[in-house]
């Protein structure tokens, strides 16, 4: 019998923490994944081919190349041709995970709707695309939490707080964004994921849970709004936002940005294994 599988996404690899720092977790990861029973795979876009789990040789090879692309769903099949190494976003996880049966994948922080724009990430639209089951910290602090919740409500997506009542902001977990939605353990979410299934609905699932050590709401919005003020003096647009912003904020904060991401990657990682033991 086959062990169960993880899906960990890789952009974060690629451009979500800075080196060596990044390739220190992606470890942490996939060791939380197998520690729990469960194989850990992380999926990216490696010299022509979506692979979905990652040799130890691609993934340090992945962590060290400051060339690495950074791959969004729609970007899988140009960048698979162009013979590149690319970090997976959530969206395009998503896609080669469920491509892949696996069941289960871990992020950080989901992309959402972005502050005062019409720039909503392709995370979204994918989640109900994908039957796959994403444990996460909610939606990046850097985005408009509120909006992103509403249009996750508007796509139908289930959000479902994990020992929580409030939809998490990644770096903060008290948003005052109430959830509908609330179980506190793995057994109670696999029978809800189960539920779904059964009931015919083939789009994701989204698992929130806070992190382990989180920010002050105060101190996340301090943060955001400096770091923002910063990227508009900078002239930074379009896939580069989001990078920038999370290594201003980290810039800024002396590390402690980074402490509490690597914090909530890991644990993320920890109970995706949980739910797939079940599933």
Known sequence: MSLPRVALESAVITHGLPRPLNLEVAHECEAAVSRAGAVPVTIAIIGGRAAVGLSEDELVELARDTDARKCAVQDIGVLVAAGVRAGTTVSATLALAAGAGLAVMSTGGIGGVHFGSFD?????????????????????????????????????????????????????????LALSHRLDTPSAVTEAIRAYRAAGYVGGILLVQPAPDPMSREETDDLVRDAMEKAEADGVSGQQVTPYLLSKMAELSKGVTLDVNRELLVANAALAAQLALFL
């Open 120 to 176: 909503v990430s392709g995370d979204l639209l994918q989640l109900t695309r994908s039957a796959v089951t994403v444990v996460c910290s909610g939606a990046k602090s850097i985005l408009d939490l509120p909006a992103t919740l509403e249009a996750l409500e508007t796509l139908g997506i289930p959000v479902i707080g994990y020992g929580t009542d409030e939809f998490p902001g990644f770096y903060h977990a008290e948003t005052g």
